[in-house]
């Protein structure tokens, strides 16, 4: 008659095999290239509006602050630089 394993034996079996799998491609830092992209991208996209948009909510303190912030960002939206170097949603520079 096959043994049937019990529960704590199959989670110690499944155990097991997670700690046996090659972990190094976990183990790498991200790419520098990749996070200086990034980086470079919020900076010259988002970040000034958004350290603006923060700045005034500290200083209002509204209610509510996430509809506060949305709605500050979505109104201001078209001062963001796009990355491909238009100024606003029409493509003028």
């Known amino acids: 008659m096959p043994k049937t394993s019990s529960g704590a034996e199959k989670r110690a079996a499944d155990a097991a095999a997670v700690a046996a799998t090659d972990k190094s491609k976990f183990d790498q830092p991200p ?5 200086k ?3 470079l991208y919020l900076d010259m996209t988002v970040t000034p509006l958004l350290f603006e948009a923060l ?3 500290a200083e209002i303190r509204p209610d509510d602050p ?3 912030l949305a709605q500050y960002l979505l109104d201001n939206k078209h001062r ?5 170097g238009e100024d606003d949603e029409t493509g003028n520079k």
Do not use: A, M, S
Request: glycine share 0%; net charge positive.
């Open 80 to 84: 963001v630089l796009r990355p491909n």
């Open 66 to 68: 996430v509809q506060y």
């Open 37 to 39: 992209d990034t980086r």
């Open 31 to 35: 790419q520098k290239k990749h996070k």
């Open 55 to 57: 700045t005034e909510l």
